[in-house]
């Protein structure tokens, strides 16, 4: 529900109401958004009970207006229909801003990473991807060097001074992780774990969740709020493609989830265009449909020898071409 407070309504009004809702619902959870001209309350949780408050009769306060969508804190309304921004490390994410993700699939040995990463900044990358717990198909398949990997990846960032995004797949992951990866990454085939979500949202780090397979806008949004429900509001929605009958490419890239998403929420959205392609060549015009559509940024595979890549060899940039497609992705933000 969102309650909105009278044009003159006085500070001590509007605490009023808070601490009227923190010790009647203490369960609620209430985000204040101060407009230019207007102060609202979010306050999402239990609506019916709410409304029994009678919260109308209280000085300063206009009306109560309940929030229609699933989805709640993800919400663009929950943030006065503007969008969120934060840093991450050196990345700015919000508004007019545009940030490459490169990186290998997954740390495959320690030589090719930190070859991998100095490719990836020389390139512009504004942040690094590297897996290293990897949620495979098959369980017979090179599942990531596991912890193994994370002394790698803290030499990626050493080497680069760029933040790392990595993906957890089990909360037991998450006390080892924490020192070293700088983004939470969520994958596709997690996006419903909802204990995860949680477990992420509580590691006081930015959370990257990567739309599931098959999953609704409505789902990822709701899964978001698990996140954002957790008090981390740097939340990165992924679109990487979902599952239809059309099996040409690995996955369909569903651009026009980008403008649908940018009308529901505040969260920045970034596409991931290498898993939904599944091969080289669509790459980059998949990127750029993402980029044009107003996609916040990419997050794309790359490799410098993608020939010996024990995971997701047919989709990875490389040497060859990855500086020329960071360029060329750049240029078209800015054209546009
Ligand atoms: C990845 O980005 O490494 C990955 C496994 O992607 P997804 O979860 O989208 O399949
Ligand atoms: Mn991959």
Redesign the pocket.
Known sequence: MMIVMKRSAREKEIASVEERLSRDLPELHLKRIVGQELTVIAAIGNADALVELDLESMPGVDRLVPIDQPYKLASIETQGHKNSSFSVGSAEFGPGQFNLILGP??VESEESAIETARLCKSAGADLLRA?VF?PRTSPFTFQGPGYAGLGVLKEMKEETGLPIVSEMTSIGQAEKIIDVVDVIQIGARNMSNYPLLQAAGQMKKPVLLKRGLSATLDELLQSADYILSEGEERVILCERGIRTFDQSSRFTLDLGAVAILKEKTHLPVIVDP??AAGRRSLVEPFARGAVAIGADGLIV?TITHPEKAR??AN?QLDAENIADFSKKMRELHRSL
């Open positions: 699939c997954t897996g990897k290498s898993h595979e995971c997701d989709q």
